[in-house]
């Protein structure tokens, strides 16, 4: 178990950047998620803290000891790649036995391990399997066995649900999750699934072209994103855009968008925006705030549906903006289809409000 600390971390390949000074402080027995696009440098950092990659400049502390220099055997680290790395023409026990052989470990202390490990894992009535006749949800239990076996500082996960099925995908979600419950060890895991990181992770770190956009937990990104960038990597479907401009309207503060709608800005926000009146901003709204007009609604937008996605318990519903494709979230029983007219009612009390910059405005709710 450890705590793992990075200062400045920067990474480049020549002249090419890839990480900007990183600086991130993770927390002993944490539960923590890389997340971005691909090409934010995500599997890079993981690998610097692994040890497979070099540190351009900045230090890397486990337990506050600086390991820049450490191989990856003396950092005591173990990682879980996408591909499973496990060797064909050996046993699923002797593929999770393997480090600690090559360790000189004694022979009844790994034979306890590996058990302990199987046990865990639910993978007994495989140990004498070789990795061609498993599913890739074995193999991945296997992998994940190799790993715990050794007792390490930090566990660490390279995308390492990526190959599995949409169904597998969540089984073996649970799993690790329940597993980082049970083993309470430092664990760092890199995902391009957005979905996985919101279940799993304590905190969640987005990335984007080597530099930290936020950190923080699922809930704290969701409700409270830091820029336009969080906002819309965040979510599915992804938040909704408005480019919109702040007026006075019969003593009402109104945001006015491209296409001639006047919605009327929430009390709960309109204090704090008074004083941006005539100023572009843009507004954000999750697509559960965009739903069926009622008779209490303040601001409602009438629109063409352009899509529309039955999914049993919900149904969305796309249309245009000025500002691009829309979604909001109604009732199956409301049942539309693409082409009709719609109300639908923006709660306007959960608006997310972004300066020209794209930065967030914080808002009191």
Same mark, same amino acid.
């Given at each position: 178990m450890?705590?793992?600390t990075?200062?400045?971390?920067?990474k480049?390949?020549?002249?090419?950047?890839v990480?900007?000074?990183?600086?991130l402080?993770?927390?002993?027995?944490?539960?923590?998620?890389?997340?971005?696009?691909?090409?934010?440098g995500?599997?890079?950092?993981?690998r610097?803290?692994?040890?497979l990659?070099?540190i351009?400049?900045?230090?890397?502390?486990?337990?506050?000891?600086?390991?820049?220099?450490?191989?990856?055997?003396?950092?005591?680290?173990?990682?879980?790649f996408?591909?499973y790395?496990?060797?064909?023409h050996m046993?699923?026990?002797?593929?999770?036995?393997?480090?600690?052989?090559?360790?000189?470990?004694?022979r009844?202390e790994?034979?306890?391990?590996?058990?302990?490990?199987?046990?865990?894992?639910?993978?007994?009535?495989?140990?004498?399997?070789k990795?061609k006749?498993?599913?890739?949800?074995?193999r991945?239990?296997?992998?994940?066995g190799?790993a715990m076996?050794?007792?390490?500082?930090?566990?660490?996960?390279?995308?390492?649900?990526?190959?599995?099925d949409?169904?597998?995908r969540?089984?073996?979600?649970a799993?690790i999750k329940?597993?980082a419950k049970?083993?309470?060890?430092?664990m760092?895991?890199?995902t391009h699934?957005?979905?996985e990181?919101m !279940? @799993?992770?304590? /905190?969640i770190?987005?990335?984007? &072209?080597?530099?930290i956009?936020? %950190?923080? =937990?699922p809930?704290?990104?969701?409700?409270?994103?830091?820029?336009?960038?969080v906002a819309?990597?965040?979510?599915?479907?992804?938040?909704?855009?408005?480019?919109?401009?702040?007026?006075?309207d019969?003593?009402?503060?109104?945001?006015c968008t491209?296409?001639?709608?006047?919605?009327?800005?929430?009390?709960?926000?309109a204090?704090?925006l008074?004083q941006?009146?005539?100023?572009?901003? !843009? @507004?954000g709204? /999750?697509?559960?705030?965009?739903? &069926?007009s009622?008779?209490q609604? %303040?601001? =409602?937008?009438?629109?063409?549906?352009?899509?529309?996605?039955p999914?049993?318990?919900d149904?969305?519903?796309?249309?245009?903006?000025g500002t691009?494709r829309?979604?909001?979230?109604?009732?199956?029983?409301?049942?539309?289809?693409?082409?009709?007219n719609?109300?639908l009612?923006?709660?306007?009390q959960?608006?997310?409000?972004f300066?020209?910059y794209?930065?967030a405005?914080?808002?009191q709710?």
């Open positions: 450890a705590s793992v990075l200062k400045n971390i920067k480049s390949y020549g002249n090419v950047e990480l900007r000074g990183i600086d402080a993770i927390d002993d027995r944490e539960f923590i998620m890389f997340i971005g696009p691909s090409g934010c995500k599997s890079t950092l993981l610097m803290i692994a040890g990659e070099t351009t400049h900045g230090d890397l502390l486990i337990n506050e000891q600086r390991v820049n220099d450490q191989s990856p055997a003396q950092r005591d680290i173990a990682m879980v996408q591909d790395a496990l060797y064909p046993t699923v026990r002797q593929n999770m036995a393997f480090a600690l052989e090559e360790r000189k470990t004694a009844s790994i034979n306890e391990r590996v058990t302990n490990a199987a046990k865990m894992l639910r993978i007994e009535a495989l140990l004498d399997r990795p006749a498993l599913s890739g949800g074995q991945q239990r296997v992998a994940m190799r076996v050794r007792n390490p500082k930090v566990f660490l996960f390279d995308e390492p649900l990526s190959n599995l949409a169904k597998l969540i089984d073996v979600r799993e329940d597993l049970r083993l309470q060890t430092t760092i895991f890199v699934d957005q979905v990181a !279940t @799993m992770a304590d /905190r770190v987005i990335l984007n &072209e080597g530099v956009q936020q %950190v923080g =937990t809930e704290m990104l969701y409700e409270h994103p830091a820029n336009l960038f819309t990597f965040i979510g599915a479907p992804t938040m909704n855009l408005f480019k919109v401009t702040l007026a006075e019969s003593g009402h503060l109104v945001a491209s296409q001639g709608d006047r919605l009327i800005v929430s009390s709960e926000h204090d704090q008074r941006r009146l005539g100023q572009t901003l !843009t @507004m709204l /999750r697509p559960e705030h965009v739903g &069926e009622t008779e609604s %303040v601001a =409602t937008l009438n629109v063409r549906l352009s899509l529309v996605e999914l049993g318990s149904t969305y519903v796309y249309f245009e903006t691009g829309a979604v909001g979230r109604v009732s199956p029983q409301c049942k539309p289809r693409i082409g009709d719609m109300h009612d923006l709660h306007m959960h608006a997310h409000w300066d020209q794209g930065s405005l914080a808002m709710s």
